[in-house]
């Protein structure tokens, strides 16, 4: 499976926009991006997925280098609730399994 | 969207003895997933569970520790068996809703520990 990098923890200000990075410089042809976060004491919940170009949903933007090698999570304002662990996760489109990294834990600051 | 339920959310449990988890789907899925998420850490795939077939496991996860049954289209067990102290974690169950690329759908996790 291709690896993503993220950093291991991340704060920002509740209200403002968070831009969670992640790398993925083997990712193939084949490989969707996908974000899922872990609420405390929750089960993973899916934020968002793409192949190339940006996506924007009700949670989130993604962000896609041209290159693909890189993707950037945006919140466009963070609220306390988005305090979770955020998981970067390269998917094959042949593929149904999902394969979790360490993934980004983002502390949000009143 | 899917809504899961896992029984128990909890339990502890006495080593050597086995735990059957549950999952239950409000919908007919065809990828079940069970995964094991120890403390302070990232979630670990254990097998993939279709409907009819015999459940996948990944590298490090054999059946005779985690067996599987998968009897229908909205409903899993997970057995850990012969339990350890090492064993104490929270297991997961997902499933996928259609194919190609869907979310998956994450139930809160049974949290177990072995004394």
């Known amino acids: 499976d291709a690896k993503t990098t993220q950093p291991n923890s991340m704060e920002s200000n509740e209200e403002e926009p968070v831009h969670l990075p992640c790398n993925h410089s083997?990712?193939?042809?084949?490989?969707?991006i996908h974000w899922y976060r872990q609420l405390p004491s929750q089960g993973p919940e899916y934020v968002i997925h793409?192949?190339?170009s940006n996506v924007n949903n009700r949670m989130a933007s993604l962000a896609i280098a041209e290159d693909r090698k890189s993707s950037t999570l945006i919140l466009h304002r963070a609220t306390l609730r988005d305090a979770a662990v955020y998981y970067c996760i390269l998917r094959d489109v042949r593929d149904d399994k999902i394969i979790f990294g360490k993934g980004t834990r983002l502390h949000i600051l009143p | 969207s899917a809504v899961i339920s896992q029984k128990p959310s909890r339990d502890i449990c006495q080593r050597g003895t086995s735990l059957t988890i549950q999952c239950q789907v409000d919908?007919?899925?065809?990828?079940m997933f069970w995964y094991r998420q120890q403390p302070g850490q990232s979630l670990t795939l254990i097998a993939t569970a279709n409907q009819g077939s015999e459940a996948t496991y990944e590298s490090g996860f054999v059946i005779d520790k985690f067996p599987i049954s998968r009897p229908n289209l909205t409903f899993s067990t997970l057995t850990v068996s012969n339990m350890s102290p090492e064993d104490s974690s929270i297991y997961l169950c997902?499933?996928?809703?259609?194919?190609?690329?869907?979310?998956?759908?994450f139930g809160d996790g049974t949290r177990l520990s072995i004394l």
């Open positions: 997902s499933v996928e809703v259609g194919r190609g690329q869907g979310p998956q759908h």
């Open positions: 793409g192949l190339t």
């Open positions: 919908s007919q899925v065809t990828m």
């Open positions: 083997t990712i193939s042809g084949t490989d969707y």
